[in-house]
T-cell receptor, first 111, second 114 residues
Framework: DARVTQTPRHKVTEMGQEVTMRCQPI?????VFWYRQTMMQGLELLAY????????DSGMPKDRFSAEMPDATLATLKIQPSEPRDSAVYFC?????????FGPGTRLTVL | AQSVTQLGSHVSVSEGALVLLRCNYS??????LFWYVQYPNQGLQLLLK??????LVKGINGFEAEFKKSETSFHLTKPSAHMSDAAEYFC????????????FGAGTTVTVRA
């Protein structure tokens, strides 16, 4: 049963620290999405890739967030420096075609 | 640009009763429509999707949804609620292009009373 995996599942850090979240998409999927979920804003699309190339990162705060796909099995989302307002659950999803399959998320708390 | 409105942020049903979750969309092109379910502390799981063809779509766990173009709706139903259906449900729309980006509704939390 192929699944999207994300690490870490939970992260608590202090303001100003760098945070790196990792995602392993389902093998063979050619699109990868990063979402952020908060109570106030709901689900927001941050960035997405197709065939490892970034297609749209307009949802990300450019000055502190960056997303990359070093290879087909790894996607990363970095925040540097982190701020308390970045506290949220970050989801990675992968897909091939219409359906997206979500990972379990990384719950980030920035103190 | 497409968008989704879910009517009712919280729905409470009795076990065995009908579950009805409402979703209306706006899209300038024929849409692709989705329902996802999120259980506590988990990611979203695809329940069902509509692309083309039959407007009544059946999904997992006994759920189904009907695409009604004239009403721009894609409501989700289940004839008989089970305790395990307690979760948050998201309607989503993608426009008919090849970038497959999804726009999600705000979600509806379902609680099931014994």
């Amino acid at each position: 049963d192929a699944r999207v995996t994300q690490t870490p599942r939970h992260k608590v850090t202090e303001m100003g620290q760098e945070v790196t979240m990792r995602c392993q998409p389902i093998l063979g999927h050619n699109t990868v999405f990063w979402y952020r979920q908060t109570m106030m804003q709901g689900l927001e699309l941050l960035a997405y890739f197709r065939n490892r190339a970034p297609l749209d990162d307009s949802g990300m705060p450019k000055d502190r967030f960056s997303a990359e796909m070093p290879d087909a099995t790894l996607a990363t989302l970095k925040i540097q420096p982190s701020e308390p307002r970045d506290s949220a659950v970050y989801f990675c999803a992968s897909g091939e075609g219409l359906a997206q399959y979500f990972g379990p998320g990384t719950r980030l708390t920035v103190l | 640009a497409q968008s989704v409105t879910q009517l009712g942020s919280h729905v409470s049903v009795s076990e065995g009763a009908l579950v009805l979750l409402r979703c209306n969309y706006s899209s300038s092109v024929p849409p692709y429509l989705f329902w996802y379910v999120q259980y506590p502390n988990q990611g979203l799981q695809l329940l069902l999707k509509y692309t083309t063809g039959a407007t009544l779509v059946k999904g997992i766990n006994g759920f189904e949804a009907e695409f009604k173009k004239s009403e721009t709706s894609f409501h989700l139903t289940k004839p008989s609620a089970h305790m395990s259906d307690a979760a948050e449900y998201f309607c989503a729309v993608s426009d008919n292009t090849d970038d497959y980006k999804l726009s999600f509704g705000a979600g509806t939390t379902v609680t099931v009373r014994a």
